[in-house]
C-alpha cells in the first residue's frame, strides 16, 4: 500500500511502487531480470547479447522506456576481500553509460552476497544472477520496513 509507514518512531516515506531492473554486466552478455517493490515477485528477461557498452546501453534504454522501470540495479563483482578489481570497473564504467542515457537512480549490489540465491530453475546463468541481485535488494528493502 501507499503512503507512509512509521518504524522506530520515525516516518518513513516509501514510493507507491518501484519498478526495478537488476543488471548483471558482462563483456558481451548481460543478466537481466524485472521486480516491482509491490509484489516483490522477481522475474528473468532475455539475457543481452551485446559487443560494446554503446550496444548494452542501447537495449536498457529500450527496456526501461517500454518497461516504465524507476530504478536500475546493478552487481557489482567484487573481490573476496571487498576491493573493487579490473571487472568492478569495466561495470561502473558501463553503468554509468546507461546512467548517462536513462537518468535513473541506481543502486549497486555486491555479489557477493548473492551466491546463495542463485538456486531457480532458470537455465541462463546470468539471468539468474541479475535475479539474485534483485532479490538482495526487495529481501533488504522488506527488513527496512
Known sequence: M??????NLRLITHS????????DIGTRRTGVAYADTVSGIVMALETIKHSSDDELTRHIAT?????????????????LDGSEGKQSLLVRSAAQSI???VHLPLKFVDERFTS?????????????AACA?????IDQRRNQY
Open 2 to 7: 501507499c503512503g507512509l509507514r512509521t518504524h
Open 16 to 23: 507507491c511502487m518501484s519498478k526495478l531492473l537488476a543488471l
Open 63 to 79: 527496456l526501461v522506456k517500454k518497461m516504465q522501470i524507476s530504478e536500475l540495479i546493478i552487481g557489482l563483482p567484487k573481490l
Open 99 to 101: 546512467v548517462d542515457v
Open 116 to 128: 546463495g540465491k542463485r538456486g531457480d530453475k532458470s537455465s541462463d546463468k546470468d539471468a539468474r
Open 133 to 137: 541481485i534483485l532479490t538482495v535488494v
